[in-house]
Nanobody, 120 residues
Framework: QVQLVESGGGLVQAGGSLRLSCAVS????????ISWFHQAPGKEREVVAR????????YYADSAKGRFTISRDNAKNTVYLQMNSLKPEDTAVYYC?????????????WGQGTQVTVSS
């Protein structure tokens, strides 16, 4: 079992920044990929960014490229999502999740989510 806890969400004006944190109970070889997803009201959950615990390899959705940065602190078992130049369309609940590989977006363990609201 892997537990994930997100924090750092909140209300910010357009153009502002937030840093989300995902505290992971343990790193495992079976679920080495940590992903950030977001889900806006009435929309499907979408991947935002992903990172490998072991290699640091990253992946970004087109909407996140150039604005968001995913990073990890292996000593703290924590993954971060630095979000800059936020837009109202970034408003969503943000979830972190642990998955088996970059070859699939499937994630087997999920956090409870943190709300991000960007005002115009």
């Amino acid at each position: 079992q892997v537990q994930l806890v997100e924090s750092g969400g909140g209300l910010v004006q357009a153009g502002g920044s937030l840093r989300l944190s995902c505290a992971v109970s343990r790193r495992t070889s079976t679920h080495p990929i940590i992903s950030w997803f977001h889900q806006a009201p009435g929309k499907e959950r979408e991947v935002v960014a992903r990172i490998s615990w072991s290699t640091g390899t990253t992946y970004y959705a087109d909407s996140a490229k150039g604005r968001f940065t995913i990073s990890r602190d292996n000593a703290k078992n924590t993954v971060y999502l630095q979000m800059n130049s936020l837009k109202p369309e970034d408003t969503a609940v943000y979830y972190c999740a642990a998955g088996p590989s970059f070859a699939t977006f499937r994630s087997d363990y999920w956090g409870q989510g943190t709300q991000v609201t960007v005002s115009s």
